[in-house]
Protein backbone atom coordinates (compact mmCIF):
# COMPACT_ATOMS: atom_id res chain seq x y z
CA UNK A 1 0.00 0.00 0.00
CA UNK A 2 1.48 3.54 -0.94
CA UNK A 3 0.60 5.66 2.20
CA UNK A 4 2.09 8.86 0.70
CA UNK A 5 3.99 9.97 -2.52
CA UNK A 6 6.50 13.27 -1.81
CA UNK A 7 8.12 13.96 -4.93
CA UNK A 8 7.77 16.72 -7.57
CA UNK A 9 4.56 18.02 -9.23
CA UNK A 10 5.58 16.80 -12.84
CA UNK A 11 1.74 17.69 -14.59
CA UNK A 12 -1.69 18.71 -13.95
CA UNK A 13 -4.33 17.16 -16.04
CA UNK A 14 -8.45 17.03 -15.79
CA UNK A 15 -8.82 15.24 -12.66
CA UNK A 16 -5.59 14.21 -11.74
CA UNK A 17 -1.91 15.14 -11.24
CA UNK A 18 0.60 13.43 -11.69
CA UNK A 19 3.89 12.88 -9.36
CA UNK A 20 7.35 11.79 -10.19
CA UNK A 21 8.97 10.19 -7.75
CA UNK A 22 12.00 8.82 -8.30
CA UNK A 23 12.05 8.11 -12.33
CA UNK A 24 8.33 6.82 -11.65
CA UNK A 25 5.11 9.49 -12.82
CA UNK A 26 2.73 8.58 -10.54
CA UNK A 27 -1.21 9.41 -11.34
CA UNK A 28 -3.14 10.19 -8.47
CA UNK A 29 -7.00 11.64 -8.60
CA UNK A 30 -7.54 14.41 -6.20
CA UNK A 31 -10.90 16.80 -5.87
CA UNK A 32 -11.67 19.84 -7.34
CA UNK A 33 -10.56 21.82 -4.77
CA UNK A 34 -7.53 20.55 -4.86
CA UNK A 35 -6.17 21.85 -7.85
CA UNK A 36 -6.21 25.81 -6.94
CA UNK A 37 -3.92 24.60 -4.04
CA UNK A 38 -1.20 23.03 -5.88
CA UNK A 39 2.31 24.63 -6.05
CA UNK A 40 3.85 25.14 -9.28
CA UNK A 41 4.79 22.35 -11.90
CA UNK A 42 8.32 21.19 -10.90
CA UNK A 43 8.11 22.26 -6.95
CA UNK A 44 7.78 19.34 -4.37
CA UNK A 45 4.57 18.54 -2.90
CA UNK A 46 3.57 15.90 0.06
CA UNK A 47 0.27 13.81 -1.13
CA UNK A 48 -0.92 11.37 0.88
CA UNK A 49 -3.11 8.32 -0.71
CA UNK A 50 -5.80 5.71 -0.83
CA UNK A 51 -4.82 2.96 -3.33
CA UNK A 52 -8.14 1.23 -4.80
CA UNK A 53 -7.74 -1.95 -5.97
CA UNK A 54 -10.10 -3.48 -8.64
CA UNK A 55 -10.14 -6.25 -11.34
CA UNK A 56 -9.08 -3.80 -13.73
CA UNK A 57 -7.51 -1.19 -12.39
CA UNK A 58 -5.27 0.28 -9.52
CA UNK A 59 -6.38 3.92 -8.45
CA UNK A 60 -4.62 6.14 -6.89
CA UNK A 61 -6.82 8.82 -4.77
CA UNK A 62 -4.34 11.56 -3.15
CA UNK A 63 -5.27 14.82 -0.54
CA UNK A 64 -3.05 17.30 0.64
CA UNK A 65 -3.87 16.78 4.11
CA UNK A 66 -4.17 13.44 6.80
CA UNK A 67 -7.46 14.92 7.52
CA UNK A 68 -8.92 15.42 4.40
CA UNK A 69 -7.22 11.57 3.61
CA UNK A 70 -9.49 10.20 6.97
CA UNK A 71 -12.64 11.80 5.70
CA UNK A 72 -12.48 10.46 2.43
CA UNK A 73 -11.88 7.04 3.78
CA UNK A 74 -15.31 7.37 5.72
CA UNK A 75 -16.85 8.10 3.14
CA UNK A 76 -16.32 5.42 0.77
CA UNK A 77 -17.57 2.72 3.82
CA UNK A 78 -21.04 3.79 3.37
CA UNK A 79 -22.66 1.81 0.94
CA UNK A 80 -22.88 3.02 -2.66
CA UNK A 81 -20.43 5.62 -2.17
CA UNK A 82 -17.97 4.20 -4.21
CA UNK A 83 -13.96 6.39 -4.26
CA UNK A 84 -15.25 8.49 -7.48
CA UNK A 85 -18.02 9.40 -5.33
CA UNK A 86 -15.80 10.29 -1.98
CA UNK A 87 -13.84 12.36 -4.80
CA UNK A 88 -16.93 14.13 -6.02
CA UNK A 89 -18.18 15.25 -2.10
CA UNK A 90 -14.46 16.66 -1.80
CA UNK A 91 -14.73 18.55 -4.75
CA UNK A 92 -17.71 20.47 -3.45
CA UNK A 93 -17.24 20.75 0.33
CA UNK A 94 -14.24 20.93 1.87
CA UNK A 95 -14.06 18.49 4.73
CA UNK A 96 -15.09 21.17 7.57
CA UNK A 97 -17.80 22.19 5.50
CA UNK A 98 -18.89 18.27 4.91
CA UNK A 99 -18.23 17.71 8.78
CA UNK A 100 -21.05 20.27 9.63
CA UNK A 101 -23.42 19.05 6.61
CA UNK A 102 -23.50 16.12 8.28
CA UNK A 103 -23.84 17.21 12.09
CA UNK A 104 -26.59 19.20 10.91
CA UNK A 105 -28.19 16.91 8.37
CA UNK A 106 -27.86 18.95 5.22
CA UNK A 107 -29.06 17.16 2.86
CA UNK A 108 -29.01 19.51 -0.19
CA UNK A 109 -25.48 20.78 0.34
CA UNK A 110 -24.32 17.08 0.21
CA UNK A 111 -26.65 16.15 -3.22
CA UNK A 112 -24.83 18.69 -4.96
CA UNK A 113 -22.00 16.07 -5.29
CA UNK A 114 -21.84 14.49 -8.40
CA UNK A 115 -24.03 11.52 -8.37
CA UNK A 116 -24.83 11.68 -4.85
CA UNK A 117 -28.68 11.54 -4.54
CA UNK A 118 -31.07 12.09 -1.61
CA UNK A 119 -31.06 8.53 -0.94
CA UNK A 120 -27.40 8.14 -0.33
CA UNK A 121 -27.10 11.84 1.12
CA UNK A 122 -29.79 10.58 3.81
CA UNK A 123 -27.88 7.46 4.39
CA UNK A 124 -24.43 9.16 4.67
CA UNK A 125 -25.51 11.62 7.26
CA UNK A 126 -27.19 8.87 9.15
CA UNK A 127 -24.26 6.49 9.08
CA UNK A 128 -21.19 9.17 9.95
CA UNK A 129 -22.84 11.11 12.04
CA UNK A 130 -21.83 9.32 15.16
CA UNK A 131 -18.47 8.99 13.43
CA UNK A 132 -17.57 13.06 13.36
CA UNK A 133 -17.64 15.83 15.80
CA UNK A 134 -18.18 19.39 15.77
CA UNK A 135 -15.40 20.11 17.91
CA UNK A 136 -13.37 18.83 15.09
CA UNK A 137 -14.77 21.95 13.17
CA UNK A 138 -14.06 24.50 15.13
CA UNK A 139 -10.58 23.46 16.05
CA UNK A 140 -9.96 23.61 12.62
CA UNK A 141 -11.63 26.63 12.17
CA UNK A 142 -8.40 29.11 12.16
CA UNK A 143 -5.69 29.07 10.29
CA UNK A 144 -3.30 30.38 13.08
CA UNK A 145 -1.99 29.82 16.88
CA UNK A 146 -3.33 33.33 17.71
CA UNK A 147 -6.60 32.53 16.29
CA UNK A 148 -7.12 29.46 17.64
CA UNK A 149 -10.24 28.65 19.71
CA UNK A 150 -9.45 29.05 23.30
CA UNK A 151 -11.97 27.69 25.72
CA UNK A 152 -15.06 25.75 25.36
CA UNK A 153 -17.34 29.03 26.04
CA UNK A 154 -15.89 30.29 22.98
CA UNK A 155 -16.70 26.82 21.30
CA UNK A 156 -20.02 27.40 22.20
CA UNK A 157 -20.03 30.46 20.85
CA UNK A 158 -19.23 29.75 17.45
CA UNK A 159 -21.67 27.03 17.24
CA UNK A 160 -24.56 29.21 18.59
CA UNK A 161 -23.30 31.88 15.68
CA UNK A 162 -23.75 28.92 12.99
CA UNK A 163 -27.30 27.73 14.38
CA UNK A 164 -28.41 31.77 14.25
CA UNK A 165 -26.92 32.25 10.69
CA UNK A 166 -28.82 28.85 9.48
CA UNK A 167 -31.87 30.10 11.30
CA UNK A 168 -31.67 33.67 9.16
CA UNK A 169 -31.44 31.83 5.94
CA UNK A 170 -27.88 31.18 5.01
CA UNK A 171 -27.30 27.52 4.32
CA UNK A 172 -25.38 25.52 6.88
CA UNK A 173 -22.10 25.41 4.76
CA UNK A 174 -21.87 29.33 3.76
CA UNK A 175 -22.86 29.33 7.52
CA UNK A 176 -19.72 27.92 8.23
CA UNK A 177 -17.44 29.11 6.31
CA UNK A 178 -18.43 33.06 7.43
CA UNK A 179 -17.95 31.56 11.20
CA UNK A 180 -14.33 29.90 10.28
CA UNK A 181 -13.45 33.79 9.15
CA UNK A 182 -13.98 35.48 11.87
CA UNK A 183 -10.80 35.29 13.89
CA UNK A 184 -11.35 37.54 17.54
CA UNK A 185 -10.07 36.72 21.17
CA UNK A 186 -12.50 35.27 23.44
CA UNK A 187 -15.46 36.72 21.07
CA UNK A 188 -19.64 36.42 22.29
CA UNK A 189 -21.96 34.69 20.25
CA UNK A 190 -22.87 38.01 19.33
CA UNK A 191 -19.44 39.34 18.02
CA UNK A 192 -18.93 36.56 15.99
CA UNK A 193 -22.36 36.73 14.57
CA UNK A 194 -22.44 40.58 13.40
CA UNK A 195 -18.67 39.66 11.90
CA UNK A 196 -19.71 36.67 10.01
CA UNK A 197 -22.80 38.85 8.72
CA UNK A 198 -20.94 41.67 7.51
CA UNK A 199 -18.45 39.00 5.70
CA UNK A 200 -21.86 37.55 4.16
CA UNK A 201 -23.33 41.03 2.88
Same mark, same amino acid.
Given at each position: ???? /?????????????????????????? *???????? *? *?????? !???????????? &???????????????? /???? &???????????????????????? +????????????????????????????? !? /????? &??????????????????? &?????????????????????????? +????????????????????
Amino acid at each position: MISY /LHGELAAVEKDKIIVEVSGIGYGVFV *PGQTFSML *P *PIGEKI !KIYTYMNVREDA &VQLFGFLTKDELEIFK /LLIT &VNGIGPKGGLGILSNLSVDELRYS +VLSGDVKSICKAPGIGKKTAEKMIIELKD !K /LDIED &VLNNAQGTASAQIASSTTD &VAHTEAIQALVALGYGNAESLRAVKA +VALENPTTEDILREALKKMM
